[in-house]
């Protein structure tokens, strides 16, 4: 029997790669996102490669329509091996004092309370069962606030310290966590921080080989498929020419 993951922010960057690497590895795919049309684009492109794919519309800030899609679950699609938590965002880079409430409402919710929620909902299962992985998308953001970061580092901070609390939940059982954390990978990442302005994102970018979404899902792949004694707790991935948040070598 195949194994099934749970990819949420499906639809696009890490979350996509991530559906199409798992699905290569040979795992049947719960994929989520809010937009419809790309979760039926997507699922018929692994359909053809063989994978079996059951789509769930909502989005993650919304508790009540994620407990309503998960617990829709019938079947196989229960038993969930890998639990993605991948959705997220970024808005802007104003100051903390002028970032908009409504923005930093968004990346808190998304970020931090729509993990929590799909941890909430998936989790008691892989106890229930004693299997399981959480791979939660964190960020070098999450290491140190860098200027305009604030509310996003604050969200990535807090991916860290609920992934680590949550391993501590779990060392009792056979239950995995690990904190992926990227740093510049070019995806639609930054033209979303941007409110859409195309040149600013690729400006993050110019003068780097940045790393892709497929770079990350390698990872993510590679700590599913360790052995089950070994937890992958944590991976930092950069671009070989970024240092850290504030070193990057551009050409
Ligand atoms: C994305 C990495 O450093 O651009 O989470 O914020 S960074």
């Known amino acids: 029997m195949k194994k099934i993951a749970l990819i949420t922010g499906a639809t696009s960057g890490i979350g996509e790669a991530c559906a199409l690497r798992f699905s290569?590895?040979?795992?049947?795919?719960?994929?989520?996102?809010?937009?419809?049309?790309?979760?039926d684009?997507?699922?018929?492109?692994?359909?053809?490669?063989?994978?079996?794919?059951?789509?769930?519309?909502?989005?993650?800030?919304?508790?009540?329509?994620?407990?309503?899609?998960?617990?829709?679950?019938a079947g196989k699609w229960c038993?969930?091996?890998?639990?993605?938590?991948?959705?997220?965002?970024?808005?802007?880079?104003?100051?903390?004092?002028?970032?908009?409430?409504?923005?930093?409402?968004?990346?808190?919710?998304?970020?931090?309370?729509?993990?929590l929620t799909m941890t909430h909902l998936v989790v008691p299962h892989?106890?229930?069962?004693?299997r399981g992985h959480v791979i939660n998308m964190g960020s070098l953001a999450g290491e140190a606030a860098y200027p305009g970061g604030n509310v996003y580092c604050?969200?990535?901070?807090?991916?860290?310290?609920?992934?680590?609390?949550l391993r501590i939940d779990l060392a009792d059982t056979c239950i995995r966590v690990t904190n992926i954390k990227p740093g510049l990978v070019e995806t639609n990442f930054s033209v979303t921080r941007f409110y859409g302005d195309k040149c600013?994102?690729?400006?993050?970018?110019?003068?780097?080989?940045?790393?892709?979404?497929?770079?990350?899902?390698?990872?993510?792949?590679y700590a599913a498929s360790a052995p089950e004694h070994v937890q992958i707790a944590e991976v930092l991935v950069l671009a070989t020419h970024q240092a850290n948040s504030y070193v990057v070598s551009k050409d």
């Open 24 to 39: 290569k590895g040979g795992y049947d795919l719960i994929l989520t996102g809010r937009n419809q049309s790309k979760l």
């Open 41 to 73: 684009l997507l699922q018929s492109r692994l359909n053809a490669d063989g994978t079996d794919v059951k789509l769930l519309n909502f989005d993650v800030r919304d508790r009540n329509a994620a407990t309503e899609a998960v617990n829709s679950l």
């Open 79 to 115: 038993d969930i091996d890998v639990l993605i938590n991948n959705a997220g965002l970024a808005l802007g880079l104003e100051k903390e004092y002028e970032l908009d409430p409504e923005k930093w409402e968004t990346m808190i919710d998304t970020n931090i309370k729509g993990m």
């Open 126 to 130: 892989m106890v229930e069962r004693n």
């Open 154 to 165: 604050a969200t990535k901070s807090a991916v860290k310290a609920i992934s680590d609390g």
């Open 200 to 221: 600013k994102a690729d400006n993050v970018y110019n003068g780097i080989h940045p790393l892709s979404g497929e770079d990350i899902a390698d990872v993510a792949f």
